[in-house]
């Protein structure tokens, strides 16, 4: 009698619980990421800014002071926003070249000029840093052989580093863009009897400006926060990101990089403000819809032959650079010993570190994808308030440095209540939170071609919420997933200004073994651990759509797009 | 309603913390001989972290010398000597590592100021000699390191120009953008060159105090004027050296020996009035998971075969004087040290003379590249 009392209390229990959930199962989803979101974006960032007001006898703002009336953080900031401003609308206008090209220009080399395009997607943000050093130092292949007397450490050196790893970003985004216009307005215009070059200025460049300023604010964090290339090349000339990387790690001193990692949060958020202000002046242009199928236009000499250079000249660039890498590996000692050796690519510490970041990687990136498209569904069809500052929150991570996130981990989870410091969670976390606002935003996109009609219909004839999510919009929603899966993955792989602060001993990571060696000379082992990790982003992404492929959601998902 | 909200979240992020935190704590799995030699010697784990701090062939080395003769693995994370300083401060008082190997003095004895470290009297160490022993057995001093003049052979041979002899002739404007020398921030060598110039410019010529620390830093100033660029670590003058992209540099004597080694056209030099030095210590962190591993690590550095091969590495005085360091066995002697070295000045004063060197050096205005 008891025993049966008993199984009717937890059946009783259990029914509840299942009807608390069934009833509000997206609202409370969305406070519990709105909860994870707020400990693991938000806290670490304000405990960055309280470590710049707290000094040894509390609140102060001596460091907020000293960072003002010194000339050489005036100089540094200066010089961080004026990296960002040549790197940007070079990378801007190098990947709209690549972009129109792939898009309209001669067929036979699109395929060709997308894969060169997004190599460097796969590579550690430094490798053009090792590349620039072999053809273009002091003992440099070209400078050698043009007998130059240039140096490549210092301003100049950063700038075409920065811009020759972050133009496939670029490309990449508004390559997205541009696929999405609607040819049948260029070829009106054209009937009509407009130029090229009209139809360029006031039709396809006019419509893409949302994606210009998206691209453009991603390029422009990422340039100034990336401190990898600039910590290599950057000899005498300072930088805010590497001032912030040897504060921490050379002197331990919390306090000033935290002043620097407030400035460095200061021009991305002002850029942050003004496009959204931008781009919500011309939401009039945003296009949406699936790329439409058209023959390519036949370009003129006008435009392929200007775009084509550009496309060539940083497709060459790319290629040469992975080439010089990729030799650099098997060679002893580059432009010295130049015999065949296999002592780098064998190396067992770059091995590890190598299965440490695939290890971390697919967490993050199962992690990442699983919160992305969650948050995606909540915001959009939740109905209650505060969604607007949840997808606001879930874009935080990704738009806040790599360096302020690596440096508010360390502070906020050394100590109780949450000790991480030393784990493969920290780690984890750090990557997945950073990065997922992608697989959000393009979840976003997905559930907003699915009409919720669907959706009820599935709960009218009984389903539950939980049910209708699994059997209707996972599939729907499923490429999304994928996609924020994959980036999460890739930039977990080849990502450092975080993650640099955060590993320890037994938790190394293949992108601060490069680093590393590249800090210390050791170009051997840099580059072929960077061919290393090339090659098993290529080989785990082509897993990774293979699984999808044999389990047939990824055709599940096409039939849902 | 809320509080059974308040629990369905609590759950919810409960289990995502606890999955992840799981994963977090597998560990490789040991390899089969560290299983076995564990098996032998119950109280041994099968493997220990180690934030050291030498170069990296130096770190490889002991690491393999302890994993043969202990069967432990080492766990290392290598950085400069101010960079374990900084993780040190930065982790207190909870550490990633179970222990510190090749310590630069400073970081050592701040660590023993702040009771980071635990005491341990090895009796390997005992008898070792007034240098190598802290009477509160918090530190175990390894051995000592200089800091040397390198050149490139090649392009010293195709400028016509010999290395430079003394301190002095480092001045000379022929060298101006030529040479690299590690920044004193993270460098414990380049700290050494920062003390090196205040006792033979300052202290040793008889001056005392803010007199002599101004005399060092007139020198460095008038050093500044060819320094291309401070290194992050004392290795990568000796590789940049190596590969040509530089003409001098000053670098950590293991480091030099090694590049000469793998074959880079290095050609080296300890300056006619002495070369300044520093030591390297051991110790084991507060709160270390395997504190008997550790203990039993120290006793192992303190044996014939680690001293010799410390010694083989290049650079060090080892506790035991009839191991000559490998790269002054050509020359059949030790180098000439610079007189009156006062390292545990150096030691307390290491925190207000970096930063000044850094306001001085660092934070100027940066030169034409």
């Known amino acids: 009698m008891a025993e049966a009392r008993e199984l009717t209390r937890t059946r009783v229990v259990y029914q509840n619980i299942k009807d608390l959930f069934a009833a509000h199962t997206i609202r409370n989803t969305g406070g519990l990421l709105f909860l994870l979101l707020a400990i693991f974006l938000l806290w670490p960032i304000f405990m960055v800014l309280l470590k710049s007001i707290n000094g040894p006898e509390g609140i102060t703002l001596q460091y907020y002071k000293e960072f003002v009336t010194k000339d050489y953080y005036y100089r540094s900031f200066f010089n961080t926003l004026l990296l960002g401003l040549i790197v940007t609308p070079l990378c801007i206008g190098a990947g709209f070249c690549i972009a129109y090209m792939t898009t309209r220009g001669p067929v036979f080399l699109r395929r060709s000029l997308r894969l060169i395009a997004l190599l460097p997607l796969m590579a550690p943000p430094f490798i053009f840093a090792l590349s620039l050093i072999i053809l273009l130092g002091h003992n440099g292949i070209i400078t050698k052989a043009l007998n130059l007397s240039w140096s490549i450490y210092g301003f100049t050196g950063c700038v075409i580093s920065q811009t020759l790893w972050l133009i496939p970003l670029a490309y990449m985004m508004i390559e997205n863009t541009l696929s999405t216009l609607n040819p049948n307005l260029e070829d009106s215009a054209a009937n009509l009897g407009a130029s090229e070059g009209k139809i360029l200025r006031s039709i396809i460049i006019p419509l893409l400006t949302p994606g210009f300023l998206k691209a453009a604010l991603i390029i422009f964090v990422m340039t100034v926060s990336a401190f990898g290339a600039l910590a290599i090349l950057c000899g005498r000339t300072p930088f805010l990101a590497p001032d912030v990387y040897l504060l921490i790690t050379g002197e331990g001193d919390f306090n000033r990089a935290s002043v620097l990692s407030m400035f460095l949060i200061l021009p991305c958020a002002v850029i942050f403000i003004i496009q959204n202000y931008l781009i919500r002046g011309k939401r009039y242009t945003t296009i949406v819809g699936k790329p439409v199928a058209a023959e390519p236009k036949h370009l003129g000499p006008v435009i392929l032959i200007p775009m084509l250079a550009v496309s060539f000249i940083a497709c060459g660039f790319i290629l040469l650079t992975f080439g010089v890498v990729g030799i650099a590996a098997f060679i002893k000692l580059m432009g010295i010993d130049n015999t065949f050796t296999l002592i780098y690519i064998l190396d067992a510490r770059s091995n590890v570190a190598l299965t440490n970041s695939i290890k971390i990687s697919l967490l993050s990136g199962l992690l990442g994808a699983m919160l992305g498209v969650l948050l995606a569904y909540v915001i959009i069809r939740g109905k209650f308030k505060g969604l607007a500052a949840l997808e606001g929150l879930g874009l935080a991570g990704f738009t806040l440095p790599g360096t302020v996130m690596g440096i508010g981990y360390i502070l906020a989870f050394n100590k109780p209540p949450l000790i991480l410091t030393g784990t493969l969670a920290i780690l984890v976390l750090n990557c997945a939170f950073r990065q997922l606002g992608v697989g959000m935003e393009a979840g976003i996109i997905k559930l907003k071609q699915l009409s919720i009609e669907i959706e009820e219909a599935s709960l009218n004839l009984g389903a539950n919420v939980v049910t209708t999510f699994r059997r209707i919009v996972l599939p729907i929603i499923f490429p999304a997933c994928m996609y924020g899966f994959m980036y999460v993955f890739i930039l977990s792989m080849i990502g450092l200004s975080a993650v640099v602060f955060l590993v320890t001993p037994g938790y190394e990571l293949a992108s601060v073994y490069i680093f590393d060696a590249a800090i210390w000379g050791e170009l051997g082992i840099a580059c072929a651990t960077t061919i290393k990790l090339v090659i098993v982003v290529g080989i785990c992404l082509a897993i990774i759509q293979g699984l999808s492929k044999w389990t047939g959601l990824s055709a599940a998902a096409r039939r849902g797009v | ?369």
């Open chain 2, 1 to 369: 309603m809320k509080k059974q909200r308040f629990i369905l979240f609590s759950v919810a992020l409960l289990f995502l913390l606890g999955s992840i935190a799981l994963a977090g704590g597998t560990k490789e799995a040991p390899e089969l001989e560290a299983v076995e030699k564990e098996v032998e010697e119950e109280e041994l784990a099968s493997e220990v972290k180690v934030y050291m701090s030498a170069t990296r062939e130096n770190n490889e080395l002991i690491s393999r010398l302890i994993y043969e003769g202990l069967g432990v693995k080492v766990i290392q994370h290598f950085m400069s000597c101010g960079e374990v300083g900084a993780r040190l401060r930065s982790e207190a008082p909870r550490f990633s590592a179970d222990m510190a190997i090749n310590l630069c003095a400073a970081e050592a004895f701040e660590a023993k100021r702040e009771g980071w470290a635990i005491p341990y009297i090895s009796k390997e160490w005992a008898g070792a000699g007034k240098a190598f022993e802290d009477p509160d057995g918090v530190l175990t001093k390894l051995a000592n390191y200089s800091t040397i003049l390198i050149g490139n052979k090649d392009m010293l041979d195709e400028a016509g120009y010999t290395l430079p002899e003394s301190w002095d002739d480092l001045l000379d404007p022929k060298w101006r953008g030529q040479i690299v020398v590690p920044s004193a921030v993270t460098s414990g060598n380049g700290y050494i060159i920062l003390y090196s110039a205040m006792t033979l410019y300052g202290f040793n010529k008889g001056l005392t105090g803010k007199e002599a620390e101004d005399a060092g830093f007139k020198y460095l100033e008038a050093l500044d004027k060819n320094i291309h660029h401070y290194a992050r670590s004392s290795s990568t003058p000796a590789d940049l050296v190596g590969r040509r992209e530089f003409m001098l540099g000053m670098t950590q004597d293991a480091a030099a020996l090694a590049r000469i080694r793998k074959g880079y056209p290095l050609v080296w030099r300890a300056f006619d009035e002495g070369i300044g030095y520093g030591g390297t210590f051991a110790l084991i962190l507060k709160g270390a998971k395997e504190e008997y591993t550790c203990k039993k690590i120290i006793d192992f550095l303190g044996t014939k075969e680690v001293c010799e091969a410390y010694a083989d590495l290049g650079n060090y005085v080892t506790k035991d004087p009839t191991v000559i360091p490998a790269l002054y066995r050509d020359v059949g002697q030790l180098p000439k040290y610079i007189t009156n070295l006062n390292e545990e000045w150096a030691v307390e004063n290491k925190a207000r003379l970096v930063t000044e060197w850094k306001e001085r050096f660092l934070m100027k205005q940066e030169k034409k590249e």
